[in-house]
Antibody, heavy 125, light 112 residues
Framework: EVQLVQSGAEVKKPGESLKISCKGSGYSFTSYWIGWVRQMPGKGLEWMGI????????RYSPSFQGQVTISADKSISTAYLQWSSLKASDTAMYYC??????????????????WGQGTLVTVSS | DIVMTQTPLSSPVTLGQPASISCRSS???????????LSWLQQRPGQPPRLLIYKISNRFSGVPDRFSGSGTGTDFTLKISRVEAEDVGVYYCMQATQFPYTFGQGTKLEIK
C-alpha cells in the first residue's frame, strides 16, 4: 500500500529554521516525483514545487523560489521542505503528494493521487 | 504561470439536486503530447485533498459515478448529478500541463 507519512506539527518563532519531512513507503521512492502544496488557514491550495528523488531534479513555483528548499534523501525514502528563516506568513498546512505520470492502464496522465496527512506549521512570536 | 479561475466560489445546493462548477484557464491546457492535464480534487473539512477526475473527464477509481468532468482547451466543468451530504467540501481544479502547476481558488459546496 502506497503511503506518504509527514512529520508532526511544528510551532516556531519568526527567524527560526525548519525542515519538515514526507516519508514514502509501499513503492519505489526514486521512481515518482513528490510535490509540496501549501494551504494557509482558511485558504486554498497553492502548488510550491516538486522533486524527483531519483536524481533530485527540482522545480519551484516562482512564488516560492528562494523562499523554501525542497530536497530528498532516497536512502531513507524521504522528501523534505525547509525554511532558513520563518515568517509569520509561513503559518499554514503543508501537504506532500506523489505525482503520477501514467494511470492504471499505462496511459499518460498527470495527477496527484496519494497525499500525506499534512504538517501544520505555526510561526508566532 | 497559468491562472485557473473557478466559478462560483460558493455553491449552496439542495440534497438530491445537481451542482456544477466551472474552471477556466488563462491559456490552453493542451499539452504538446496532445493530452489535457486538468484534474479535479475534493477536500473535505480537516482532510487532505482527494483526486476525483483526471485528464478532464476520467473518473478516478472509487469515485461515485454522480461525478463527471467535461470541457476542452480553456473551459472545464465538474458536475455532480445528485448532491449527497458526503459531497460537502471544497472543490479545486488543477492544471498539470505546464510548470508551475496551479490550482483554482476553490469552490465551497454546501447544503442549503
Amino acid at each position: 500500500e502506497v503511503q506518504l507519512v509527514q512529520s508532526g506539527a511544528e510551532v516556531k518563532k519568526p527567524g527560526e529554521s525548519l525542515k519538515i519531512s514526507c516519508k514514502g513507503s509501499g513503492y519505489s521512492f526514486t521512481s515518482y516525483w513528490i510535490g509540496w502544496v501549501r494551504q494557509m488557514p482558511g485558504k486554498g491550495l497553492e502548488w510550491m514545487g516538486i522533486i524527483y528523488p531519483g536524481d533530485s531534479d527540482t522545480r519551484y513555483s516562482p512564488s516560492f523560489q528562494g523562499q523554501v528548499t525542497i530536497s530528498a534523501d532516497k536512502s531513507i525514502s524521504t522528501a523534505y521542505l525547509q525554511w532558513s528563516s520563518l515568517k509569520a506568513s509561513d503559518t499554514a498546512m503543508y501537504y506532500c503528494a506523489r505525482h503520477e505520470y501514467y494511470d492504471s492502464t499505462g496511459t499518460p496522465a498527470k495527477y496527484f493521487q496519494h497525499w500525506g496527512q499534512g504538517t501544520l506549521v505555526t510561526v508566532s512570536s | 504561470d497559468i491562472v485557473m479561475t473557478q466559478t462560483p466560489l460558493s455553491s449552496p445546493v439542495t440534497l438530491g439536486q445537481p451542482a456544477s462548477i466551472s474552471c477556466r484557464s488563462s491559456q490552453s491546457l493542451v499539452h504538446s503530447d496532445g493530452n489535457t492535464y486538468l484534474s479535479w480534487l475534493q477536500q473535505r473539512p480537516g482532510q487532505p485533498p482527494r483526486l476525483l477526475i483526471y485528464k478532464i473527464s476520467n473518473r478516478f477509481s472509487g469515485v461515485p459515478d454522480r461525478f463527471s468532468g467535461s470541457g476542452t482547451g480553456t473551459d472545464f466543468t465538474l458536475k455532480i448529478s445528485r448532491v449527497e451530504a458526503e459531497d460537502v467540501g471544497v472543490y479545486y481544479c488543477m492544471q498539470a500541463t505546464q510548470f508551475p502547476y496551479t490550482f483554482g481558488q476553490g469552490t465551497k459546496l454546501e447544503i442549503k
